[in-house]
């Protein structure tokens, strides 16, 4: 298994910036790629950015965040983070950590609790 724990979190204004972490553990060797998703109050979970693969500096960001936000992580530390600058009223979300794997052909989604992101007008 994989567990994922999220920090970084809280309560900013618009125009400000948050970094958020994920640090996982557990079969973090079975990881294929990471990234992170948001949820907001009444809305689908949406992808927001995350790496092509683990071995792969590949990015992609969702375009609602592209400019703004940056993925980043320690490979040796299995942590990702995120850095989020400029933020907008409509970046309050719940934000979740993300981690795919595969193990012998099985895929499998690992997911965080989650942390709440609050961008106040």
């Known amino acids: 298994q994989v567990q994922l724990v999220e920090s970084g979190g809280g309560l900013v204004h618009a125009g400000g910036s948050l970094r958020l972490s994920c640090a996982a553990s557990?079969?973090?060797?079975?990881?294929?790629?990471m990234g992170w998703y948001r949820q907001a109050p009444g809305k689908q979970r949406e992808f927001v950015a995350g790496f092509a693969s683990d071995s792969d500096t590949s990015t992609n960001y969702a375009d609602s965040v592209k400019g703004r936000f940056t993925i980043s992580r320690v490979n040796a530390k299995n942590t990702v983070y995120l850095q989020m600058d400029s933020l907008k009223p409509e970046d309050t979300a719940v934000y979740y950590c993300?981690?795919?794997?595969?193990?012998?052909?099985?895929?499998?989604?690992?997911w965080g609790q989650g942390t709440q992101v609050t961008v106040s007008s």
């Open positions: 993300n981690a795919y794997s595969e193990f012998w052909g099985s895929p499998k989604d690992y």
């Open positions: 557990g079969f973090t060797y079975r990881i294929k790629r």
